[in-house]
Structures are given as structure tokens and as C-alpha cells.
Nanobody, 124 residues
Framework: QVQLVESGGGLVQAGGSLRLSCAVS????????MAWFRQAPGKEREFVAA????????YYADSVKGRFTISRDNAKSTVYLQMNSLKPEDTADYYCAAALWANERLRARDCRYWGQGTQVTVSS
């Protein structure tokens, strides 16, 4: 059974930082590209960041470039999202996802597996 379990969300003031983690089990982690998406209330799920299987190639939404960093630890089957300089507009539920490929055009429907999400709230 494939499981993706996010953690690390919470309430933070604008300008602060959070680090999200996503622990993956039930699949060969190193063979999947990993991604983060987010969904704010009343909005569609949107792409945030992705990282290919090679651990090197990363992709980011324009809205988070320079502030967020995606990384992975294949030995721990875990993907991370370091979020710095957070803004109120970053408030959303954040989801990790596993896909067979990744680039800046990755869409939610391209992802094969999903976590349950972790809530991030940024106060002004």
C-alpha cells in the first residue's frame, strides 16, 4: 500500500519559515519524481515545486522561486519543502505527490500518488 504522509505545517507570521516533510512508503521512492502542490480555499490545486528522480533537476512555480526549495533524501524516502520569506498568499493546504516525470508544466492530474495534505497558515 502506497502512503505519502506530510508533516511540518502550521501557523507562522509573514516573513517566517517552515519546512514540510513527506515520508513515502510502499513504492520504490528513487524511481519517482516528487512534487508539492497547494490548494487555497475556493481555488484549484496548483503546482508549487518538483524534483526529478536524479535529485538535481528542480522546478518551481514563479510565485515561489527564490523562496522555496524542494529536496529529497532517497535513503529516507522523504521529500522536503523548505519555505522561507512566507507571505499571507502562501496560505493553503500543501500536498506532496509522486509522479513518473516532472518539469515546470507538471499538473495535478499527471501525479500518480498523493498525500493527505498539511495546512500552512501565514498571518500578516
Amino acid at each position: 500500500q502506497v502512503q505519502l504522509v506530510e508533516s511540518g505545517g502550521g501557523l507562522v507570521q509573514a516573513g517566517g519559515s517552515l519546512r514540510l516533510s513527506c515520508a513515502v512508503s510502499g513504492l520504490t521512492f528513487s524511481t519517482y519524481a516528487m512534487a508539492w502542490f497547494r490548494q487555497a480555499p475556493g481555488k484549484e490545486r496548483e503546482f508549487v515545486a518538483a524534483l526529478r528522480q536524479n535529485v538535481v533537476s528542480t522546478y518551481y512555480a514563479d510565485s515561489v522561486k527564490g523562496r522555496f526549495t524542494i529536496s529529497r533524501d532517497n535513503a529516507k524516502s522523504t521529500v522536503y519543502l523548505q519555505m522561507n520569506s512566507l507571505k499571507p498568499e502562501d496560505t493553503a493546504d500543501y500536498y506532496c505527490a509522486a509522479a513518473l516525470w516532472a518539469n515546470e508544466r507538471l499538473r495535478a492530474r499527471d501525479c500518480r500518488y498523493w498525500g493527505q495534505g498539511t495546512q500552512v497558515t501565514v498571518s500578516s
